[in-house]
């Protein structure tokens, strides 16, 4: 798998951010990956997850549950908007925003009640709503390259924050 890289941002505040890349050659690499996400996840945990069409984001999400102890089925919630899972060590919310309309939907939905509750927060195609993620979350970035065959992933991971001592300026 690959390293932890520590980086700085020029945005304002210069949020933190500490970069992996890895490259995965299978589904079975992907789930894996979200097995190790899942397994040191800890409480109030947000991911950003973003990929086209078929990159492997339902199977990154699917091992993350394995990860936290979810026993249930994990699929993508594309037309219920949110799934919730308690039967793991933590709760795993897993949102799907493809087919929102307004952002206000979410907040229809409690969303800020997720991102700022005890469990691990999953959000598929979190850059749909990049505006409303909290300060602090992972961002995961699954991308394909054909050229290197169909299974072939690279997954950046980014984690970003703001310090805590400028949150309260923004």
């Known amino acids: 798998m690959g390293k932890l890289v520590s980086i700085q ?13 890895v490259i995965s050659n ?11 996400i899942g397994e040191t996840a800890q409480p109030g945990m947000v991911i950003s997850l973003v990929g086209d069409l078929g990159a492997g984001k339902t199977v990154f999400t699917q091992g ?17 908007i949110l799934q919730v ?9 897993h949102f799907d925003v493809y087919r929102i309309m307004e952002p206000e939907e979410l907040y229809e939905i409690g969303m800020e009640e997720y991102f700022y509750g005890e469990g691990v927060t999953i959000v598929e195609w979190a850059d749909l709503i ?41």
Do not use: C, W
């Open 64 to 80: 993350v549950a394995k990860g936290l102890g979810v026993k249930g089925i994990v699929n993508s919630p594309t037309f219920t």
């Open 130 to 170: 990049k505006e409303m993620l909290p300060l602090n979350y992972l961002h995961v970035l699954i991308e394909k390259d054909l050229v290197q065959g169909g299974d072939y992933r690279r997954i950046v991971m980014n984690v970003v924050g703001v310090p805590p001592e400028v949150q309260g300026m923004q």
């Open 85 to 93: 899972h308690e039967d793991g060590r933590l709760p795993l919310y």
């Open 9 to 21: 941002s020029s945005e304002k505040f210069k949020r933190r951010q500490t970069r992996r890349v």
């Open 26 to 36: 299978s589904a079975e690499e992907t789930y894996a990956l979200g097995v190790e």
